[in-house]
């Protein structure tokens, strides 16, 4: 992504005497400027005592994660993403920073970097060193896996701490992966990625949005690039939430009812690979009974959100990870775990397809 900083286009530069005591409005480690990070560390505890409402936000105890939207600039142009419809350029590195240090007081040891496309952010490997200074245990980097095709970045990511990198994958081809991203020759270099990072990074995990493209090669796909390395998968279910076109998107949504067969043929393939696979955003009473224990909402995680310039939130407690109940799910055995279900898809499909457990 683009440096959010520029001249105003004119050209003209107008020589100015800087006074003796003069102050520098920006803080340090912009315009290309790189200062140590445990200068940054300073400047982030120095900041952070005049960012954030210690009264209203993030009064829970015993955060364990949290996740960092850098910036929804990104060099793909996904069919139901709705991060092309944000506002161009990256949350300020004293912003990250502030955030890190939030965390870290929260108790958080997981530190999750996603986008947008994160691997554009001009400051990512001071912000993963200055999180490990800080003491997060686990850092994991979200991403279409474009910049990863590159060998040296895959091994300047583990330098500065990256520990994992999920992928985020769209098919088991280039046919499907290429046609959801618009992005020709993406798959190629996103398996080039993954092989790259099998070479550096500790552990490789994928992100698979289960457009229904993706669907009825999804067993595929595992079997696939877990060959290549992959350690664990999170099937991702697409939400029309957030898209001004929400009529095009939601032809891409399956209906939880036709996916049963392939999700069963997908964590079948993930059991003979010995490889890890849960599911995000379907209820447990739209899976098989066989694979409903492998539902994982957002809430397992402990994790906290947090957006350029917003406030960190519960993942929870986004409408992308449902928040929708029906009568009658008060009875069901699954509730206390079950986050429900999306305004989005009930709007699209209805609810006949959902029967309490």
Same mark, same amino acid.
């Given at each position: 992504?683009?440096?959010?900083?520029?001249?105003?286009?004119? /050209?003209?530069?107008? =020589?100015?005497?800087?006074?003796?005591?003069?102050?520098?409005?920006?803080?340090?480690?912009?315009?290309?400027?790189?200062?140590?990070?445990?200068? #940054?560390?300073?400047?982030?505890?120095?900041?952070?005592?005049?960012?954030?409402?210690?009264?209203?936000?993030?009064?829970?105890?015993?955060?364990?994660w949290?996740?960092?939207?850098? $910036?929804?600039d990104? !060099?793909?142009?996904?069919?139901?993403?709705?991060?092309?419809?944000?506002?161009?350029?990256?949350?300020?590195?004293?912003?990250?920073?502030?955030?890190? +240090?939030?965390?870290?007081?929260?108790?958080?040891?997981?530190?999750?970097?996603?986008?947008?496309?994160?691997?554009?952010? =001009?400051?990512?490997?001071?912000?993963?060193?200055?999180?490990? *200074?800080?003491?997060?245990? *686990?850092?994991?980097?979200?991403? !279409?896996?474009?910049?990863?095709?590159?060998?040296?970045?895959?091994?300047?990511?583990?330098?500065? $701490?990256?520990?994992?990198?999920?992928?985020?994958?769209?098919?088991?081809?280039?046919?499907? #992966?290429?046609?959801?991203?618009?992005?020709?020759?993406?798959?190629?270099?996103?398996?080039?990625?993954?092989? !790259?990072a099998?070479? #550096?990074?500790?552990?490789?995990?994928?992100d698979?949005?289960?457009?229904?493209?993706?669907? =009825?090669?999804?067993?595929?796909?595992?079997a696939?690039?877990?060959?290549?390395?992959?350690?664990?998968?999170?099937?991702?279910?697409p939400?029309?939430?957030?898209?001004?076109?929400?009529?095009?998107?939601?032809?891409?949504?399956?209906?939880?009812s036709?996916?049963?067969d392939?999700?069963?043929?997908?964590?079948?393939?993930?059991?003979?690979a010995?490889?890890?696979?849960?599911?995000?955003?379907?209820? =447990?009473?739209?899976?098989?009974?066989?694979?409903?224990d492998?539902?994982?909402?957002?809430?397992?995680? !402990?994790l906290?959100?947090?957006?350029?310039?917003?406030?960190?939130?519960?993942?929870?407690?986004?409408?992308?990870e /449902?928040?929708v109940?029906?009568?009658?799910?008060?009875?069901?055995?699954?509730?206390?775990?079950? +986050?429900g279900? *999306?305004?989005?898809?009930?709007?699209?499909?209805?609810?006949?397809?959902?029967?309490?457990?």
């Amino acid at each position: 992504m683009l440096d959010d900083h520029g001249s105003d286009g004119s /050209g003209a530069v107008t =020589p100015r005497r800087r006074r003796r005591n003069s102050r520098r409005r920006r803080l340090p480690g912009f315009r290309g400027r790189c200062f140590h990070p445990a200068f #940054h560390l300073i400047v982030a505890r120095i900041a952070f005592a005049f960012s954030f409402d210690r009264d209203t936000i993030g009064t829970e105890a015993g955060l364990d994660w949290l996740e960092i939207v850098l $910036g929804f600039d990104c !060099n793909c142009r996904c069919r139901v993403c709705p991060s092309g419809e944000q506002p161009r350029g990256f949350m300020p590195l004293e912003e990250a920073e502030r955030l890190c +240090l939030w965390g870290r007081e929260r108790g958080a040891t997981g530190l999750w970097l996603g986008g947008g496309e994160p691997t554009l952010y =001009p400051h990512l490997f001071d912000l993963v060193t200055l999180a490990r *200074r800080l003491g997060y245990e *686990r850092i994991r980097l979200q991403t !279409n896996g474009l910049m990863l095709a590159y060998e040296k970045f895959a091994e300047r990511l583990a330098g500065a $701490g990256v520990d994992t990198v999920a992928f985020s994958l769209k098919g088991a081809g280039a046919d499907s #992966h290429d046609w959801v991203t618009r992005r020709p020759g993406g798959f190629e270099l996103v398996t080039k990625g993954v092989r !790259n990072a099998g070479k #550096h990074l500790d552990r490789i995990e994928a992100d698979v949005l289960v457009t229904s493209r993706c669907l =009825p090669e999804l067993d595929s796909l595992v079997a696939g690039f877990a060959g290549l390395g992959v350690a664990e998968f999170v099937l991702w279910w697409p939400s029309t939430h957030g898209l001004s076109d929400k009529v095009s998107a939601t032809r891409l949504v399956p209906r939880f009812s036709e996916g049963a067969d392939a999700l069963s043929r997908a964590f079948d393939a993930a059991d003979v690979a010995g490889v890890g696979m849960t599911s995000l955003h379907t209820p =447990p009473c739209a899976l098989p009974e066989g694979i409903r224990d492998r539902y994982r909402p957002s809430s397992f995680w !402990n994790l906290y959100v947090a957006t350029p310039g917003g406030e960190p939130f519960r993942a929870e407690e986004s409408p992308m990870e /449902g928040g929708v109940f029906l009568q009658g799910c008060s009875a069901c055995s699954h509730r206390r775990s079950c +986050l429900g279900l *999306r305004r989005d898809y009930l709007d699209a499909f209805g609810a006949d397809e959902f029967r309490p457990l």
